[in-house]
């Protein structure tokens, strides 16, 4: 019943940063794991990073380790992906996406209940 949407995304150049955010309904968000993935065209849905329903725990894919940070408000229902020294190899459809019952730390497509509709990140050489 979760329902996800992103916001944030855009053409901008390489060397350049953006901030992504995906809000999230329901009262349990506290409680689901949250991850993005994201898809370049003619590509396969690729894990970018996820984090543990607190916060405190992050997970992220080697490609973007030290230029991305995911990070959440329970509060204000919102995951975030912080985008630095964004590359033209970021180009891609970034999906939000949320895990009830299981651990953050997966990659896997599959272990993920809840998808957004997905925003797109352009970015210029």
């Known amino acids: 019943q979760v329902q996800l949407v992103e916001s944030g995304g855009g053409l901008v150049q390489a060397g350049s940063s953006l901030r992504l955010s995906c809000a999230a309904s329901g009262r349990t968000f506290s409680s689901y794991a949250m991850a993005w993935f994201r898809q370049a065209q003619g590509k396969e849905r690729e894990f970018v990073g996820s984090l543990s329903g607190g916060g405190h725990s992050t997970y992220y894919a080697d490609s973007v380790k030290g230029r991305f940070t995911v990070s959440r408000d329970n509060a204000k229902s919102t995951v975030y992906l912080q985008m630095n020294s964004l590359e033209p190899e970021d180009t891609a459809v970034y999906y939000c996406?949320?895990?009830?019952?299981?651990?953050?730390?997966?990659?896997?497509?599959?272990?993920?209940?809840?998808w957004g509709q997905g925003t797109q990140v352009t970015v210029s050489s």
């Open positions: 996406a949320a895990r009830r019952s299981g651990t953050y730390y997966s990659s896997r497509r599959s272990d993920y209940n809840y």
